[in-house]
């Protein structure tokens, strides 16, 4: 009984992960792969627009000493906090997802599921890592 209970929990784990890496692929192809590009190469179709280089996102563990740095693509993509927040190219997706979440969800469960979002787009980032 036990072991299919235990079996029965690491099947729940291991489709939840499927789900959340799915969830943020599909993020990532409608809100990231226009700039960046699909493979994340960053050669999308709106980066010819742009006056600057979009960067490939393919790298990050390789210029991090092999480590993702998780924390640091979080609060990029976030933006709501550092020097990020008085401009860049990048949109501010806390703050694109926080204010399309609000009506539904009040000031803290937006909260929430911003965070939620964002962190499942850095995971499948970090899944895209060479
Ligand atoms: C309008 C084009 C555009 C879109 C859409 C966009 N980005 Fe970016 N992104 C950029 C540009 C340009 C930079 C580099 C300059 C900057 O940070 O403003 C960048 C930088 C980044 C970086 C930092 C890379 C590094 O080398 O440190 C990350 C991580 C990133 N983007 C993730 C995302 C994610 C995730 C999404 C989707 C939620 C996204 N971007 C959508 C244009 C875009």
């Known amino acids: 009984m036990r072991r299919l209970v235990t079996g029965a929990l690491a099947l729940s784990v291991i489709c939840g992960a499927a789900a959340a ?3 943020g692929k599909q993020e990532y192809m409608v809100a990231c792969a226009g700039c960046h590009g699909e493979s994340g190469m ?8 742009l006056n600057l280089d979009v960067p490939s996102l393919t790298g990050l ?31 501010i997706w806390g703050e694109r997802f926080s204010t399309t979440a609000r ?15 964002i962190a499942v787009l850095v995971d499948y980032i970090e899944s895209i890592q060479e």
């Open 42 to 49: 960053g050669q999308g179709p709106f980066s010819e627009w």
């Open 103 to 117: 009506e539904e969800f009040g000031y803290f469960g937006a909260e929430v599921v911003t965070r939620g979002r």
């Open 61 to 91: 563990s390789a210029a991090n000493d092999g480590v993702f740095p998780y924390l640091d693509v979080f609060m990029v993509v976030d933006g709501r906090s550092g020097v990020r927040g008085h401009g860049g190219a990048m949109p």
């Open 21 to 23: 890496q799915e969830a």
